[in-house]
């Protein structure tokens, strides 16, 4: 049967969740356990039920949608991805992939189609982890390795801890175990998303299939100098944090780019200086490491370059240092069988398409540890990404919700 999604429903689904959240900064900031959340969760549930499916949230706030199979026993083919955003973001990053899962079961669902495995489409929670620096949460929680910790020590800006935030939305932070799942529940697991790079519209190809997806390790560093006078204290004297903050951002720049792998990448993110005076020497900086790559070997390298780097600036400029490993998310490799599947469903619909990995990280690459995942990727406008001027041709959309169609549309049958 030659099953078609519907580009002109994908596009205005896309923009109808685009209706919550929308900062007065530009682009849009829905967060984890918000009103602005729960409501484009509310309009995406739904969607869900338009579709045939049976919809229920877990302990964590992710949000299920099931449509039944014939045989009801057997593991369910799953697709999904999220809604929240990072501050200020975009439009496409995460609701494309759940925009395209709803479609897919309900281009089934219209055609009266019976498929043995159940489907279901996962909205995880927070998968951004913008309010407290706690990415992939959602499907975190569905491994079942939450820690107590991060319930009670995360905190965002206003100082509210993820359990108070959970409470506040109505979930219960000391059921949280209750949202893990055995990976026998699934069959496999799809996800659509915008690449967040080049490569796709550098190549002139359509989609990409995900190999593998980066990990990532988050460090942080305080250093402390002394905060002085800025006209009255000599250029020799001084111990400024910030200046030497600055040369750990280029040695930074020069490990990730000449030391270490093809793939490795270091960011730092945030940097935090006080007093903040314009006439004060910074006394004291904060800031963040970002470290990513496919292969855990090189990331850890990178990791204990930079930490190596940063003592030694720290050394040579009188100044006090602290590292902290605030994070770690393993890399993975993707199901080589889904990998080819999705590869000949894109010959087969005339959709060109490459092989690549992801440097930004995704839920993907937790529900690795449950069941095989294919990822598809559809190109970003000037790999532009996280930002309110993100965007993926819809055309493109559409060819992505295609793919993935078939792709559950075979595994369910």
Wanted: aromatic letters at 6%.
């Amino acid at each position: 049967m030659d099953l078609r999604v519907n580009p002109g429903r994908l596009k205005e689904r896309i923009e109808n969740v685009a209706r919550f959240g929308k900062d007065p900064a530009g682009g849009w900031s829905r967060f984890a356990f918000t009103e602005e959340e729960k409501h484009a969760r509310e309009f995406v549930t739904g969607l869900m039920e338009k579709a045939g499916m049976q919809v229920r949230l877990d302990a964590a706030g992710n949000l299920f949608g099931k449509r039944p199979g014939s045989a009801p026993e057997l593991p369910s083919v799953a697709a999904g991805s999220h809604i929240d955003t990072v501050i200020n973001g975009g439009m496409f990053d995460g609701v494309t992939g759940v925009i395209a899962a709803v479609e897919a079961v309900q281009v089934m669902h219209e055609n009266d189609i019976e498929t043995a495995h159940p489907l279901e489409v996962i909205v995880f929670a927070n998968e951004e982890g913008a309010r407290f620096d706690n990415a992939l949460w959602g499907s975190r929680a569905m491994l079942g390795i939450i820690q107590e910790e991060e319930l009670y020590g995360k905190k965002d800006k206003d100082g509210t801890t993820v359990a108070e935030a959970m409470r506040a939305a109505g979930f219960d932070p000391a059921e949280i175990e209750k949202a893990k799942v055995e990976g026998s529940r699934f069959k496999a697991f799809f996800e659509v998303h915008p690449e967040q790079s080049v490569v796709l519209e550098t190549n002139q190809v359509s989609l990409g299939v995900v190999e593998g997806i980066a990990g990532t390790a988050w460090l942080k560093a305080v250093l402390r100098g002394k905060p002085d006078h800025a006209g009255a204290t000599p250029m020799d004297l001084r111990r400024d944090a910030l200046a030497a903050s600055a040369a750990v951002i280029l040695d930074v720049e020069r490990i990730a780019a000449q030391e270490v792998g093809r793939h490795t990448v270091a960011t730092v993110g945030q940097l935090t200086l006080k007093p903040g005076g314009i006439n004060i020497i910074p006394g004291e900086v904060e800031m963040s490491f970002d470290i990513r790559d496919v292969s855990i070997d090189d990331r850890e390298k990178a990791v204990e370059l930079i930490k190596d780097a940063v003592e030694e600036v720290c050394q040579m400029r009188g100044i006090a240092v602290e590292i902290e490993e605030i994070g770690k998310v393993m890399p993975v490799s993707l199901s080589e069988e889904m990998a080819d599947l999705i590869e000949s469903i894109c010959m087969s619909e005339g959709i060109s398409c490459c092989r690549l990995v992801s440097g930004a990280g995704h839920d993907s690459q937790v529900m690795a540890f449950l069941t095989k995942v294919g990822m598809i990727f559809v190109p970003s406008v000037n790999g532009i990404s996280h930002n309110p001027e993100e965007k993926t041709d819809w055309q493109d959309v559409a060819n992505g919700a295609q793919v993935l169609l078939q792709a559950m549309y075979k595994l369910a049958q």
